[in-house]
């Protein structure tokens, strides 16, 4: 299958009486906040559209679900348009898959590189920095408005997949979006408060665990750090609320890919890893059957906590040899 152009998958909407939009599991500010403002132009354009979700809202997202989000498969029972947004695999919407592909048309819409095209029509591009940048340009396609709440939803999804505009995926189109949206009356920094200073007491406290177990390896090059599920209940912190942590594990001085392993409810091992320079986190996650970018990326794991650090350790410094 190819990709199509932006124009046709906002004809493809526009031709839509009712819409399901789909976020990967584990939503971020990109799945959530591009699925938001789509929702909202698609309702502005008077479409039946809701967000279908396998898990709940993280709470520092939660501004963005303005009545969209919805865990009931039937809340529409025949969608017109089944549109999947920032993933490009079934694996990363498993519980939704059956009624993604009752939609009479389905969309994919996604920037990672470790996609390949299933829908009937799909754009996506491994160089674009969110897929709230391709969702911009869709919106506009369709000819709707943007206003500020379609405005901080893409901004959201711009700044959380850029580290706040930090990332080297952030590009010149990546701030002549976000300029624009200024023109729509965002409120960029009461969405950075949201974002980044409306921080629970217990995910400071679970990150302060998890920080304890760091550990360096690979020569000072790579750094791991992991979570259990005991850690989470003694805190009483949800394993959501570790989002940020493989940031800091990455961010130590000297070293190049940071990894953060989690153990999940039901004893699965999720792992997230980001690389700093040179390093290709996908290769390594690609190697676990995951996927992602080369700078983020991550796999699941079908074993306990200690086998899958070592696991990962063992990956991890292989690929750093190769590299060397
Ligand atoms: P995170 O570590 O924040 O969960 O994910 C980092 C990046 O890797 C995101 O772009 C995410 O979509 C991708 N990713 C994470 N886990 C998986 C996975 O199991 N499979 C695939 N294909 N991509 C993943
Ligand atoms: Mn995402
Ligand atoms: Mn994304």
Redesign the pocket.
């Known amino acids: 299958k190819q990709n199509h152009s932006i124009e046709e998958i906002a004809k493809q909407l526009m031709a839509a009486r009712s819409v399901i939009l789909f976020p990967?599991i584990?939503m971020?500010g990109d799945a959530l906040g591009s699925c938001a403002a789509l929702c909202k132009a698609l309702r502005c354009a008077g479409k039946e559209a809701v967000i279908l979700t396998e898990d709940e809202v993280p709470e520092y997202l939660s501004f963005l679900d303005q009545g969209y989000c919805t865990m009931d498969s039937e809340a529409i029972h025949q969608p017109d348009v089944c549109m999947c947004v920032d993933?490009g695999?079934v694996?990363?919407f498993p519980k939704r898959e059956k009624k993604f592909f009752q939609g009479k048309i389905t969309i994919c819409l996604d920037h990672?590189t470790?996609s390949t095209p299933f829908a009937d029509y799909n754009f996506i591009d491994g160089s674009i920095a969110a897929t709230a940048e391709l969702v911009y340009k869709v919106i506009k396609a369709m000819g709707i408005p943007i206003d500020k709440e379609i405005g901080e939803a893409i901004f959201t999804g711009i700044s959380t997949d850029t580290g706040n505009f930090q990332y080297s995926n952030a590009t010149k189109e990546s701030h002549l979006i976000t300029a624009d949206l200024y023109d729509a009356g965002i409120d960029h920094a009461k969405v950075a408060v949201q974002l980044y200073q409306n921080t629970r007491l217990e995910k400071i406290r679970i990150t302060n665990r998890i920080l304890d177990t760091l550990e360096l390896f690979g020569g000072g090059k790579a750094a791991i750090a992991y979570v259990s599920q005991e850690m989470l209940r003694q805190v009483g912190a949800e394993l959501s609320e570790t989002e940020g942590v493989?940031e800091t594990v990455r961010n130590v001085k000297g070293v190049e890919i940071g990894a953060f392993v989690k153990e999940q409810d039901g004893g699965r091992i999720k792992v997230?890893m980001r690389a700093k320079t040179t390093g290709n986190v996908a290769e390594i996650?690609a190697k676990f059957g995951?996927?992602?970018?080369v700078k983020?990326?991550?796999?699941?794991l079908y074993t306990n906590l200690q086998e899958a650090c070592e696991s990962v350790k063992e990956a991890i410094e292989e690929s750093l040899k190769i590299k060397d």
């Open positions: 990967h584990q971020d993933c695999e694996v990363r990672h470790t493989v997230s996650a995951g996927g992602g970018h983020a990326a991550g796999c699941t």
